[in-house]
């Protein structure tokens, strides 16, 4: 894509739009690929991601739709990702909360880091990071930080295994989970961990309480094949 059609993309980007605090640093070479500019080569690839100016710009690979500008500021070694501009359109993107589509932009970044590095403070725990270890002993995941409720995850993975959802899914680890979400209120935050390696086909969700001292539940989501 030329500067033309960048510029294009960036001048779309609505009116209606809402601005929340992303707080990544990366290194200057971790952010090179994304100063250079990353473009789709097929369908399977979903984004289009380039600098102008100070911004680094997310669009939609299929539609060129702007979904998110990221303000960012490099300085000598280090490139400051501050916060972010979230399209509010509707018939763009669909914002189902503000910490989702912070989380959605952290776990685009990852994918696309030149290596498997800390994007999120929380990875750097010591119990979170022993227990990824064991989990990931060759650091070979990517792995994308996220925060729900108790309420939130009750309510997703209810959703999941009811119908017409447990047709079409299969949720491990929810039962072991759930119970151990039985002495806990619904407004309690969790620090979920998304661990994923798309070459062995592997993804699991980790949730630990807030304080990250201990591990609740451990969720697989398999899609269940038609015969």
């Known amino acids: 894509m ?3 059609g960048n510029e294009s993309i960036a001048a779309s980007f609505p009116a209606n739009y809402t601005n929340a605090e992303l707080g990544i640093t990366l290194s200057a070479e971790q952010f090179e690929p994304f100063k250079t ?3 789709a080569g097929s369908m399977d690839e979903k984004w289009n991601i380039f600098v102008l100016g100070d911004v680094l ?13 990221v303000y960012i500021e490099e300085q000598e070694d280090l490139v400051l990702l501050k916060n972010v501009d979230i399209n509010n359109d509707p018939a763009e993107y669909r914002v189902v909360d503000i910490k989702a589509s912070v989380d959605h932009v952290k776990w685009i970044i990852q994918l696309y880091l030149s290596r498997q590095e800390v994007v999120d403070p929380k990875l750097k725990l010591p119990f979170i990071r022993d227990t ?3 989990e990931d002993p060759d650091n070979e995941c990517s792995k994308i930080v996220g925060s729900r409720t108790v309420a939130q995850v009750r309510h997703i993975y209810n959703a999941l295994n009811s119908s017409p959802n447990d047709e079409l899914f299969t949720v491990r680890g929810w039962v072991k989970f759930e119970a151990n979400l039985l002495s806990r209120v619904d407004k309690e935050a969790l620090v979920s961990i998304y661990i994923a390696n798309k070459a062995k086909d ?3 969700t980790l949730y630990f309480d807030e304080t990250a001292n201990e591990l609740l539940g451990s969720i697989i989501i398999e899609k269940i094949r038609a015969e």
Not at 57 to 69: G, L
């Open 37 to 39: 500019g990353i473009y």
């Open 57 to 69: 710009f997310f669009s939609r690979s299929w539609t060129n739709n702007c979904i998110f500008k």
């Open 202 to 204: 592997i993804a699991k």
């Open 2 to 4: 030329d500067i033309d």
């Open 132 to 134: 990824i270890r064991k």
